[in-house]
């Protein structure tokens, strides 16, 4: 359709936009929604994985929530969450920072740096194991004492070691992030500043962290969100270990379902994951003020 002088009507690209955003629902409902309402359905049932599937009503429910090691796996999975994001988050604003420079080395950087994301979680946790290995590993090799502790088998250093090599691996992802957020702010106000006598110091502060502060609660969200579902690196790597040390809820889950043949109960905790991850996803929308939408619509 055109209009009187002869131009394409503005209307056109709103008849086609829901077009173009049905494929998109389509794969959401098909591989999110149904799953999920059939893990909710699953959950009131009693179910071996491989046998017919029986209606128990609250069975699971009350299986899990009355089982004494259920606080201990939400403690250190919010433990988890919470070490991990305060050392995740400073290094990547401090990298994406740097890497938003307009050097060409910091280019390469960036592409150096974001090679930890590449790889897989079950390679890095096998890797990791290998090199801190006490009697074998890169501690043992290179007769480095501090290295050739057991890693694994004190549960403030498996704890400490997953961290870290969950830090390792995403803080690249985050950094990239906090590069765009960087980037997207205007020289102009840095320009005012280095008039006034602001430092590069002072500059960050007063200028760098107030610019990013949706783009904080971006990352946050989307680091919040997958520190509930850290399985592999962990199952990998310490099997929740030693003890329950590192038993995370996401890894509790696996060991009902897939080793005790529990998929009621484990189905019960899926759910329990996924209402945290809502609750922690909207009041960090909620902190992040109502013209959050807004401001990141305008930045982008």
Known sequence: MRSPAGHPSRREPR??????????????????VIPLIGVFALSFTTWDGIGAIHPSGL????????????????????????????????????????????????AVLGVVYFVPLMLS???IAIAYKA??????????????????QDWLGRPGLAFGLVIFVVSWQFIPFHSLIYQGGVQQIPNSLYEAAQLDGAGRIRQFFSITLPQLR???ITSSTLMVA???TFFDLIYVLTEGGPGDATRVLALDMYKR????????????????????????????????GPDAGASQLEGA
């Open 15 to 32: 008849s086609i936009l829901p077009w173009l955003v049905a494929p998109a629902i389509v794969f959401f409902v098909g591989f999110a």
């Open 59 to 106: 069975t699971s429910w009350r299986a899990v929530l009355t089982d004494p090691g259920l606080p201990h796996a939400l403690w250190v999975t919010f433990l988890v969450m919470a070490v991990s994001w305060v050392v995740q988050t400073p290094l990547s604003i401090l990298l994406g920072t740097f890497l938003a420079g307009r050097q060409r080395y910091r």
């Open 121 to 123: 979680s079950a390679a």
């Open 131 to 148: 090199l801190l290995d006490p009697n074998f590993g890169l501690g043992a090799g290179l007769n480095i004492q501090l290295l050739s």
């Open 214 to 216: 949706y783009t904080i």
């Open 226 to 228: 997958g520190s509930l």
């Open 257 to 288: 379902g897939f080793q005790a043949s529990l998929m009621g109960p484990a189905s019960a905790i899926a759910v329990i994951l996924v209402l945290l991850g809502l609750a922690l996803a909207l009041l960090l929308r909620r902190l992040a």
